[in-house]
């Protein structure tokens, strides 16, 4: 076993005598007072609280290398590379502050290491010490390559120990090898299986040559995007456009001698065009006096997560003010260096640190009441104050009043929607023609389901949500998908579409969000809206043409009572808690016991959805009024609104499957007289067509 890893084993169990204390590289690495992770390797916060993963991973790299067949001679190096390589994330306060202060760039750690290990070393003059001196200062330098963190002119500090004569070419391959098999490896050893032919062709290119070509400036954006790719990012049309548009290739010249730090952990979760807005920002602070050689994006990284149920989550409440704020940021105001100041409270900021001239640290900057702002809707998630919470959050920074983007579990919503395919197959008997609009595409479902089945249709996706339609361009995009998907509002379709071009426009569990989020006319749950929404899809109709919805319905007569007995012992304070909450209309309810109320039956059903989707989905499901409508005066409604021309085809109301499932464990539903009964119809399926 190597010294280094019965060094750590002796720490871990206690053995004060034996565990070489005494070895600075050791010390520094368990006296660490301060996380310094790449939080992308990280699943959940709270592991940081007792672990000290740093020393972990020294631990597991030194395992790898243990475990290797290697001549002593470079086992014995590449123990002491290893040993010493991450010591600059290492070190208490005290020790971070004194090195700082000295002029050791611990933020950025393969340096700082390398300067660390140098104050060490019996023999500072030696080709021994000068060998892992160097091996330390690049020992991530090829996977940082291939991540697109560093250029490939760095690699030249590999190549000079040839050129130098300290060892071969031979030599600085398997040493190479060797060393970014333990240090790959001990992230993933599939992660080094992924990417070892790579990493073995740069090290042979690495021990022959001097000089290294950069790759295109596009070429290394596509390695940082790496991430955004994986998950459905469009890159190559949207850097061309972007480059079309804003040169910026030219804007990101200076990128080509810049090494960049936790900037895919810190920025993968922005689209391309507000990365580019970051870099360019951060670029600018180039000057003559003090060389820009590195840019850390640490203090975004560190603060843009936090646990969400035992879980690492991005903080999306920061994210959608951040890209709120990207998209206000105009191109001309970064170019010509001015601070923007889009709102009081959120700023950027890139400063230098005097003690390490060279690299600059990028972050956002919130007002401490924002800040504490976005710290009370993580802490009241899941509680009654949630809604209020995100509500002045939205005040705060002029975001939408609607709930179109679901903040923390947006994904699990969407993954949700998806699972109606079911439901949605019925849409599918109705659809006319080639040109077909899907209004709230929500997780894609129906647009899969039109391409899959009707292939000579390309169905178009119409949403109002930035997000959403970020989301189904990635799903587009990683799936190879045909469907079209744009941002726009349905209550002005013409503005997207000629009229009388549309052959179906579908409002699939659309109509009732509209209805519930939008202030038409200055005030919400106003069936003007509706109104609007029918108009804005009649005008855009060919003849011939059909709106087809699929929407809640309330039950007829209206009239009707319905006895509600709760079988958990919370039911009635979810009850109480909905009426005080619900904005539709009011609820009315007579409470015979202490598990028993009297309800019209529109208002328990209406209650009723909200119950069957749980405490998650409470915020989002309490705004929404899903029944306006009884079949018959939907019927009616839509002859006033849209005339003799739109045709009713079909017409018919069901009760959604689920409901039943879901709701048998929760509560019984009875007449007047005790008898227990089904739960009345939910949903309505209306085809319209628009006659000449």
């Not at 009732?512 to 939008?518: A, D, G």
Request: net charge negative.
């Amino acid at each position: 076993m190597l010294k280094s890893l019965q060094a750590i084993m002796d720490y871990r169990q206690g053995n004060k005598e034996n565990h070489q204390i005494g070895s600075h590289w050791l010390h520094y690495l368990v006296s660490a007072e301060e996380r310094v992770v790449n939080m992308e390797r990280i699943q959940s916060l709270q592991e940081l609280v007792h672990a000290n993963p740093v020393l972990d991973y020294v631990e597991r790299s030194l395992r790898l290398l243990d475990s290797m067949s290697l001549s002593f001679w470079i086992k014995e190096i590449l123990e002491e590379v290893l040993c010493w390589a991450e010591v600059a994330k290492g070190g208490t306060l005290r020790d971070r502050i004194q090195w700082r202060e000295r002029g050791i760039n611990c933020y950025v750690h393969n340096s700082g290491s390398a300067e660390l290990y140098l104050d060490h070393a019996e023999d500072r003059l030696s080709a021994r010490t000068s060998v892992i001196h160097r091996l330390i200062e690049a020992h991530g330098l090829i996977g940082q390559q291939i991540r697109g963190e560093v250029p490939a002119t760095e690699s030249v500090i590999l190549s000079d120990m040839v050129a130098d004569q300290w060892i071969t070419s031979v030599e600085l391959e398997r040493l190479l090898i060797a060393l970014n098999y333990c240090v790959i490896g001990a992230v993933s050893l599939e992660l080094w299986q992924s990417v070892q032919s790579e990493v073995e062709e740069r090290i042979r290119y690495i021990a022959r040559h001097t000089t290294f070509p950069n790759e295109s400036t596009k070429e290394r954006i596509r390695r940082l995007r790496a991430s955004s790719i994986r998950r459905g990012e469009d890159f190559d049309t949207d850097y061309d456009m972007l480059e079309r548009m804003y040169s910026m290739g030219e804007r990101l010249v200076p990128l080509d001698s810049v090494t960049m730090w936790y900037v895919e952990a810190a920025l993968q979760h922005f689209s391309l065009e507000q990365f580019l807005k970051i870099i360019t920002i951060t670029l600018q602070q180039k000057s003559q006096n003090d060389p820009l050689k590195h840019i850390s994006f640490e203090h975004v990284m560190n603060t843009m997560y936090y646990d969400y149920k035992g879980t690492k989550k991005i903080n999306v409440y920061k994210q959608r003010i951040i890209e709120k704020y990207l998209s206000e940021l105009t191109w001309d105001v970064i170019e010509s260096g001015a601070m923007a100041q889009l709102n009081p409270h959120l700023t950027y900021r890139v400063e230098r640190i005097s003690h390490i001239p060279d690299t600059v640290f990028f972050q956002f900057e919130f007002s401490p009441a924002a800040e504490k702002l976005i710290d009370f809707c993580v802490e009241a998630e899941k509680s009654p104050l949630y809604e209020q919470a995100v509500l002045m959050l939205f005040d705060l920074f002029d975001l939408r009043r609607d709930a179109y983007d679901r903040f923390h579990n947006e994904e699990e919503y969407l993954a949700d929607m998806n699972q109606t395919a079911d439901y949605k197959k019925i849409i599918l008997d109705y659809i006319v023609g080639t040109n077909v609009l899907d209004i709230g595409p929500g997780g894609g479902v129906l647009l899969d389901l039109i391409e899959e089945r009707m292939p000579d249709i390309t169905p178009i996706g119409i949403d109002i949500s930035t997000n959403v339609v970020e989301a189904l361009n990635r799903k587009k995009q990683l799936e190879g998908r045909r469907w079209e998907v744009m941002q726009g509002d349905a209550l002005n379709l013409k503005d997207y579409v000629q009229a009388g071009s549309v052959d179906t426009v579908i409002f699939s569990s659309i109509l009732h969000e509209l209805f519930s989020y939008i202030p038409y006319q200055g005030r919400k749950f106003n069936l003007n809206t509706i109104a609007a929404a029918l108009k804005s899809a009649f005008d855009v109709l060919a003849t011939g043409g059909r709106i087809i919805i699929r929407d809640g319905i309330m039950t007829h007569p209206v009239e009707q009572q319905r006895k509600i007995r709760f079988l958990q012992p919370d039911g009635i304070q979810w009850l109480e808690r909905y009426c005080k909450d619900f904005a539709g209309r009011s609820i009315s309810v007579e409470k015979l016991s202490d598990n028993e109320v009297v309800m019209a039956v529109n208002d328990a059903m209406e209650f009723l959805y909200t119950y069957t989707w749980g405490e998650e989905a409470y915020i989002h499901e309490v705004q929404e009024q899903f029944g306006y409508f009884t079949l018959p005066d939907y019927m009616e409604f839509i002859h006033a609104t849209l005339g003799a021309e739109a045709n009713i085809l079909t017409s018919q109301a069901y009760l959604q499957a689920g409901y039943s499932e879901v709701l048998q464990h929760k509560i019984q539903m009875m007449d007047l007289a005790g008898r227990e009964v089904p739960l009345p119809d939910s949903t309505c399926f209306i085809v319209i067509e628009r006659q000449a």
